[in-house]
């Protein structure tokens, strides 16, 4: 991104660990938002008028908005090593403007203003909206839109292959936000609750769901790891090649988590239904989800370490 970016090699920790938390929040925001959007369109459109869901949602596109505005800033003081303060500098962020990563988190700003529009017919309309084909054409939209302008401010753009890198890319973040979105859905809005028929329904159909996005997550993040990385020596002996391992063995981790859930699902579920949502039954499950959740936000750390460190260094 020109010589403003070139000088992000030596920048201050400081810096960089306050745009570290701007895209750690701004990948668990859109998770939340697009993945609980999913949840409850594709799996519980009668979510649309639970409470706690629909707090989510509004959490989710706050911060999404916020962490968005605070990168740009972020961005400039980060690769000219000036201090904190300089984020709302106005010659600092004209700067940052001018260059593709500057335009590119505008055009996601007012994406995630349209998106607030959405939630809003959500939030207003409840269930009709979420059935409403029409509400779902607008929000499938504006995610492809969030997604894609999140992936344009990483490495895929640089690759050799950018083309099939962007498209991993996306296939991965699509399927990181309907998992995780679909796991905080479910912990916060369907568990709590502990109704059988809701259970019954919600809980196996996510459990498929998230076994596609996890292969989706898998197959792209592969794509992707070899098209930034490009060779084995790299990943062992450069710094972002050690994230991503770390990144790799988290995941792993949470993979053994999410077959403890599944688990349940099979052998337990139908038993918890019989009981009625009985809450010493569903504990287990629960305990497990929380865990996912847990797991899944240290990927995502990870994940902003990997946009902020060079590949093959």
Known sequence: MGELLAQQAFAVPEARAWYVIARVLDYTATALFLG????????????????????????GWVFGLLSTVAGIGLEGVWATQRPIIDAVDWQLLQQVLHLDFGRVWVAKAL???????????????????ARSVAWRVGALAIGVGLLRTTGMTGHASDAAEAGITQIADLVHLAGMCLWVGGLAVLLIGVLPRRRAQELAVVV?????????????????????????????????????GQI?????????????????SKSWVKRRLDLAVVLRGDAATVRPFVYSVAAETVLVLIVLLAAAFLVTASPGR
């Open 36 to 59: 609980g959007s999913a949840f409850v369109t594709l799996l519980w459109p009668a979510g649309a008028g639970e409470r706690r869901t629909r707090r989510l949602l509004t959490v």
């Open 204 to 240: 196996p159909r996510y459990s498929t769901l998230a076994l596609i996005s996890v292969l989706a997550v898998l197959a792209a993040g592969a794509v992707l790891a070899w098209q930034l990385v490009g060779s084995v020596d790299a990943v062992l002996h450069s710094g972002y």
């Open 244 to 260: 991503l391992l770390t990144k790799l063995a988290i995941l792993l981790v949470l993979l053994a988590a999410a077959q403890a």
């Open 111 to 129: 994406l995630w203003v349209l998106a607030g529009v959405v939630l809003a017919d959500l939030l207003h309309r409840g269930e009709d909206a």
